[in-house]
């Protein structure tokens, strides 16, 4: 993340001197002081453009973390990383010259990368594109132990381990582990524009051992913290009356409303958006094609709606799913799953395109060869 940070300084200061002049906590107790954030640039007169890869589960058919894990089948299927999803994720990235890429978890499968290459291999794909790019952890990133048929196997490095391999050899990407009591990658990338905040990316950790529980309280406080933040810097106020930043959230684990969502399309949590996965008229599309997975709290959503400010949430973990569905206000997008390992649907990456001028913005599906949607 080092280029970033080197411009973070002189945005504090521009943004600082330019908003009222109150950064301290006596107005609206939202102190500003020292905001410092990773901060990516818009340029003016033209859109900008997010690539979401999702799912790409890297295994290694060497390391496997017990006898029999895989097939001999599995096995001949997935030999190496370029069949697993480098190919692809290259091929993705040179067609779209994104702006940014975000990838929301489930990154490299740990239990299949007991030293760690992998995750270092991926990594050093991901930055070797020299394009901003970040990423969150899911329930298959960091695996440390493996419990099969009651016998515990020891396997990857864990999250520590990677976020210091990323500190310590990216150039191009922007993470933070963030306060251990909130798990593991909860941090902002703000994108501005001449100066100012246009858009906060807000990214959060699902909790890999407890997904069922969602986002805890902490987490829920920390991301009300960060809008108010970004806010007061954009528009002098952190009581949101002068003005709210828009925002994006990326996480892996898909929330109640991804499955509520459906229901607008369908009597349960599976089904066709648009039968073919191109976009309807309304910018919805796509299909479930496994039922959602979701964390069954409400308070998360409760504050997105509150603060107003979250215009899209993108998670992935159901690689069967690629919906894109506006639901109150809100649009729920699952990334298409990029890359073969295990089951999926369809094949791809997710465009998320901001208009220049306006900050709308588009969600469309990618598909690349070999997806059940036919070729790009
Ligand atoms: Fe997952």
């Not at 094609?289 to 993108?314: D, H, P």
């Not at 809100?330 to 073969?340: D, E, S």
Request: proline content about 2%; charged content about 20%.
């Amino acid at each position: 993340m080092k280029k970033f940070l080197l411009i973070v300084l002189s945005l504090m200061l521009v943004f600082m001197f330019s908003c009222s002049g109150k950064n301290n906590s006596a107005d609206d107790g939202i102190d500003v002081t020292g905001y410092e954030r990773m901060t990516l640039e818009k340029q003016s007169g033209k859109d900008y453009k997010i690539l979401q890869l999702t799912d790409i589960q890297i295994i290694d058919v060497k390391q496997l973390p017990y006898e029999g894990r895989l097939t001999a089948g599995d096995i001949a299927k997935w030999p190496d990383r370029d069949t697993c999803a480098f190919n692809l994720i290259r091929e993705l990235v040179s067609a779209e010259s994104p702006d940014f890429i975000v990838l929301t978890g489930d990154n490299v499968y740990g239990q299949f990368d007991g030293d760690g290459s992998n995750f270092k291999a991926l990594v050093d794909l991901m930055d070797s594109f020299d394009i901003p790019w970040s990423f969150v952890n899911g329930n298959h990133d960091g695996e440390t132990v493996v419990n099969y048929g009651g016998v515990d196997y020891e396997c990857g490095k864990g999250m520590k381990w990677q976020a210091e391999y990323v500190e310590q050899n990216t150039e191009n990407c922007l993470y933070e582990l963030g306060a251990e009591t909130m798990g593991s990658g909860n941090f902002t990338v703000n994108l501005t524009e001449n100066g100012k905040i246009a858009y906060t990316f807000v990214m959060m950790d699902t909790h890999g051992c407890d997904m069922a529980a969602g986002m805890n309280a902490e987490q829920i406080d920390w991301y009300e913290s960060e809008i108010r933040k970004a806010s007061k810097v954009r528009y002098g106020k952190g009581d949101l009356s002068a003005g709210v930043v828009p925002s994006f959230m990326f996480f892996h684990h898909p929330m109640r409303q991804h499955y509520l969502a459906m229901l607008k399309y369908s009597n349960t949590d599976r089904g066709f958006v648009s039968a073919d996965g191109k976009l309807l008229n309304n910018g919805d599309y796509g299909a479930n094609m496994e039922s959602v997975a979701y964390f069954q709290s409400n308070a998360l959503w409760e504050r997105i709606q509150e603060l107003n400010s979250t215009k899209g949430v993108f998670v992935g973990h159901n690689h069967c799913n690629n919906t894109s569905i506006m639901y109150e206000g809100v649009r729920l997008t699952f990334g298409n799953k990029t890359g073969t390992y295990d089951s999926w649907y369809q094949q791809g990456g997710t465009r998320i395109t901001i208009k220049d001028g306006t900050g709308d913005f588009t969600v469309e599906p990618i598909y690349s060869s070999g997806s059940k949607y036919g070729n790009r």
